[in-house]
């Protein structure tokens, strides 16, 4: 059975750090590549960043550069977002998704003082 699910979310100050966790079961992370989404009250869905399968190439979207780091741990089937100094316009549910299309359930993120 696939499943992708993420945990690490929650409350933080502004400026606060958070490590979000996307692990998987049923499928091997390092054979494809994964992406974190997020979606904040009102808006679209929005592509954080994402690793490649086989070089481990990251990316990242222009508001996150800097601030976030993606990584990969192969033995764990995991995938992290480490996200330091967090601003209020982070808050949103965050999604980590594979690139054949699965998705997992999503974890919140408030970032308010």
């Known amino acids: 059975q696939l499943q992708l699910v993420e945990s690490g979310g929650g409350l933080v100050q502004p400026g606060g750090s958070l490590r979000l966790s996307c692990a998987a079961s049923?499928?091997?992370?390092?054979?494809?590549?994964i992406g974190w989404f997020r979606q904040a009250p009102g808006k679209g869905r929005e592509g954080v960043s994402c690793i490649s399968s086989s070089t481990g190439t990251t990316n990242y979207v222009d508001s996150v550069k800097g601030r976030f780091t993606i990584s990969r741990d192969n033995a764990k089937n995991t995938v992290y977002l480490q996200m330091n100094s967090l601003k209020v316009e982070d808050t949103a549910v965050y999604f980590c998704?594979?690139?054949?299309?699965?998705w997992g359930q999503g974890t919140q993120v408030t970032v308010s003082s």
């Open positions: 049923g499928f091997t992370l390092e054979h494809h590549a």
């Open positions: 998704a594979a690139g054949f299309g699965f």
